[in-house]
């Protein structure tokens, strides 16, 4: 079975600080990697695709990929209440996308 | 603007029903994928269409059912077999082989 594993937290962070959200996959042919930011009610929107190892900045998000340990990463820096949201993992694979359940992020103001 | 659009927004079903969900994308993409989320839960995949006239079962298809005779169109039937259909469901594309899925506004299902 293809699986995406997240942890589903809650995370709760402070206001200002680093959101660190982890991602491990099953499938070792994957190839692309997506993280998503759902708002309750709403539908996914796109914060970061990666599809090389190492580390993909934009902004104040960071993607990190480590394909030999199966393992992507989303950091949120300078953490904002507005980022409070739930963070879904997903992984290209053969059949399509897989997704993880989710981490649900709280920011502290 | 290029998007995908789901219809309706909210749908309500009695017992015993079929209900059709819509959706349409005007992002010339091939595949289009049919998601369903519980209250607290992640995406699970229901069926899949990577080109018109052909499509996969996902790991929850029983109770299902899907046509793709357009590209641009990706219906979704829930039938009387799904027992328990109250749920969001979510539609989406993509293009390329490695691209970003695209997702619809969802609709929420909900049995009376």
């Known amino acids: 079975q293809k699986e995406v594993e997240q942890n589903s937290g809650p995370l709760s962070v402070p206001e200002g600080a680093i959101a660190s959200l982890n991602c491990t996959y099953s499938d070792r042919g994957s190839q692309s990697f997506f993280w998503y930011r759902q708002y309750s009610g709403k539908s996914p929107e796109l914060i970061m695709f990666?599809?090389?190892?190492g580390d993909k900045e934009d902004g104040r998000f960071t993607a990190q990929l480590n394909k030999a340990s199966q393992y992507v990463s989303l950091l949120i820096r300078d953490s904002q209440p507005s980022d409070s949201a739930t963070y879904l993992c997903a992984v290209r694979m053969a059949d399509g996308l897989t997704f993880g359940k989710g981490t649900h992020l709280i920011i502290q103001p | 603007d290029g998007g995908i659009t789901q219809s309706p927004k909210y749908l309500f079903r009695k017992e015993g029903q079929n209900v059709t969900l819509s959706c349409e994308q005007n992002l010339n993409h091939d595949a289009m994928y049919w998601y369903r989320q519980d209250p607290g839960q992640g995406l699970r995949l229901i069926y899949y269409s990577q080109i018109v006239n052909d499509f996969q079962k996902g790991d929850i298809a029983e109770g299902y059912s899907v046509s793709r005779e357009k590209k641009e169109s990706f219906p979704l039937t829930v039938t009387s077999a799904q027992k328990n259909p109250t749920a969001f469901y979510l539609c989406?594309?993509?293009?390329?082989?490695?691209?970003?899925?695209?997702f619809g506004q969802g609709t929420r299902l909900t049995v009376v």
């Open positions: 989406a594309s993509t293009g390329t082989v490695n691209a970003e899925a695209f």
């Open positions: 990666i599809y090389s190892n």
